[in-house]
């Protein structure tokens, strides 16, 4: 069932989405090199309370394969280099070169938001930059392909084709979703696809777009952690996501300052 939201409640939304792009952004500049991952965390919680907020991922249990365990442990995810998403930050201490993913969802005023970014600490090699930058832009244009009257399909398409003219790979396993009351919601969003096909773009969907991009092969795996998804060839990953609401003027980034 696909909840098509109303422009009071996208409004609701748009707060939340706010409040996400500051934190991701304050987050994404305290990445420096010699830092533990978990002070990441610690940070995401001081600045989720300072804006009113709720975290959406602390304690979140998929029902699809942790029952019985208990939900992801922290505020934030932090996926370092082959890692692709859902790390766990803990003691691990970020070194000059490394690729940092922060994922982070809110509850605000009855609404998730959920948005991810990737950044470098200190120096970062020529393909990792390059990795980034691909990334951040097969997710700009998937956002571009959003517009009532087109189809998921065309969203995944622009941001698989893209990825793949830079001889880089999106991932299949993991996909993009509707967001709302709940923080997914149906649709599943593929990051590939074919032009045209899929669902049918409506006024009313809020929906967060996530491509994760490869180095190397697409395939993942879970790590022994049971959450952190890595490159099965250990190739760098890279992580964009924002929550975009499709109105009638078009389509708005719910989740950008
Ligand atoms: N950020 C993920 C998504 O975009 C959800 C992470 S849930 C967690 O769908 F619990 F694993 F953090
Ligand atoms: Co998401």
């Given amino acids: 069932m696909i909840y098509i939201k109303t422009p009071q409640e996208i409004a609701l939304i748009r707060e939340g989405g706010k409040i996400l792009a500051r934190i991701l952004e304050e987050l994404g500049n305290a990445v420096e090199p010699g830092m533990k991952t978990i002070e990441l965390d610690k940070l995401a919680e001081r600045l989720v309370f300072k804006y009113g907020a709720i975290a959406a991922f602390k304690n979140y249990k998929p029902c699809f394969n942790h029952e019985g365990q208990g939900g992801y442990p922290a505020s934030v995810c932090v996926s370092i280099n ?26 605000y005023k009855g609404y998730f938001t959920d948005a991810a970014i990737t950044v470098g600490a200190g120096k970062i090699s020529p393909i990792a930059r390059k990795l980034i930058d691909v990334t951040k832009k097969s997710l700009e244009l998937a956002i571009g392909e959003t517009k009532i009257g087109n189809h998921l399909g065309d969203i995944g398409w622009a941001a698989q084709s893209y990825a793949e003219k830079n001889g880089f790979s999106v991932v299949r396993d993991l996909v993009g979703h509707g967001v709302g009351k709940f923080i997914h919601e149906e649709p599943d969003i593929p990051n590939f696809g074919r032009p045209g096909a899929g669902l049918e773009l409506k006024e009313g969907m809020v929906l967060a777009f ?4 490869n180095a190397g092969d697409y395939k993942v795996k879970t790590f022994a952690d049971g959450w952190t998804f890595v490159t099965v060839d250990k190739s ?12 009638k003027n078009g ?4 989740t950008r300052l």
């Fill in 251 to 254: 389509v708005e980034v719910l």
């Fill in 210 to 213: 996530e491509p994760m991009v």
């Fill in 82 to 107: 082959e890692e692709v998403v859902h790390g766990i930050p803990g003691n691990r201490v970020l070194r000059e070169g490394d690729i940092v993913s922060l994922d982070m969802g809110v509850l």
């Fill in 236 to 247: 760098l990953s890279a992580h964009f996501e924002h929550t975009v609401a499709i109105t």
